[in-house]
T-cell receptor
Framework: DTGVSQDPRHKITKRGQNVTFRCDPISEHNRLYWYRQTLGQGPEFLTYFQNEAQLEKSRLLSDRFSAERPKGSFSTLEIQRTEQGDSAMYLC????????????FGPGTRLTVL | GDSVTQMEGPVTLSEEAFLTINCTYTATGYPSLFWYVQYPGEGLQLLLKATKADDKGSNKGFEATYRKETTSFHLEKGSVQVSDSAVYFCALSESAGKSTFGDGTTLTVKP
């Protein structure tokens, strides 16, 4: 079991550009979560999937954000027309449905929007 | 909505000192409670958890007891080590595993 992986680990982009992040959960974990963490704060929930279905989205997830999990395995988070306020660490976590309260986190993708 | 309030940091202790990091929560139901730790340069790791009132979670010498009457889940360790220096996050999970986190408390342990 290799744990949750995220790619890239760091992304620097210019305002207005689109970016896409990938998350590979622990194999056989059917729930996958995205969180955002800004400096000095705890992670904030963005969205989660059970298998390929997106079951909940936070109000933090504006129309510029879209997440997919097409085959119920890896997931992507895309941010369109990035803004400086999007600069943050984007965290992915996964869990089993049977143990939904134990989430395993990836190392995160740090986004810097110039 | 759900919320978690953590003791503000940073906290600086000498090695072998006693540690307490306070955490209180607000939830509409009966959440599970967690402490996560983030070591420098690493991702969030689950430290311990408790799923119902009066449960005690423990791991690596750390303990926390789920107190429903005071809506608290304080983290304690009897004797801290330099290697315990990290950021500690209290969190709750009430529905579908979605977690709500506190803002974190930075602990520095000096030799």
């Amino acid at each position: 079991d290799t744990g949750v992986s995220q790619d890239p680990r760091h992304k620097i982009t210019k305002r207005g550009q689109n970016v896409t992040f990938r998350c590979d959960p622990i194999s056989e974990h059917n729930r996958l979560y995205w969180y955002r963490q800004t400096l000095g704060q705890g992670p904030e929930f963005l969205t989660y999937f059970q298998n390929e279905a997106q079951l909940e989205k936070s109000r933090l997830l504006s129309d510029r954000f879209s997440a997919e999990r097409p085959k119920g395995s890896f997931s992507t988070l895309e941010i369109q027309r990035t803004e400086q306020g999007d600069s943050a660490m984007y965290l992915c976590a996964s869990s089993l449905v049977m143990s939904t309260d134990t989430q395993y986190f990836g190392p995160g993708t740090r986004l810097t929007v110039l | 909505g759900d919320s978690v309030t953590q003791m503000e940091g940073p906290v600086t202790l000498s090695e072998e000192a006693f540690l307490t990091i306070n955490c209180t929560y607000t939830a509409t139901g009966y959440p599970s409670l967690f402490w996560y730790v983030q070591y420098p340069g690493e991702g969030l790791q689950l430290l311990l958890k408790a799923t119902k009132a009066d449960d005690k979670g423990s791991n690596k010498g750390f303990e926390a007891t789920y107190r429903k009457e005071t809506t608290s889940f304080h983290l304690e360790k009897g004797s801290v080590q330099v290697s315990d220096s990290a950021v500690y996050f209290c969190a709750l999970s009430e529905s579908a595993g979605k977690s709500t986190f506190g803002d974190g408390t930075t602990l520095t342990v000096k030799p």
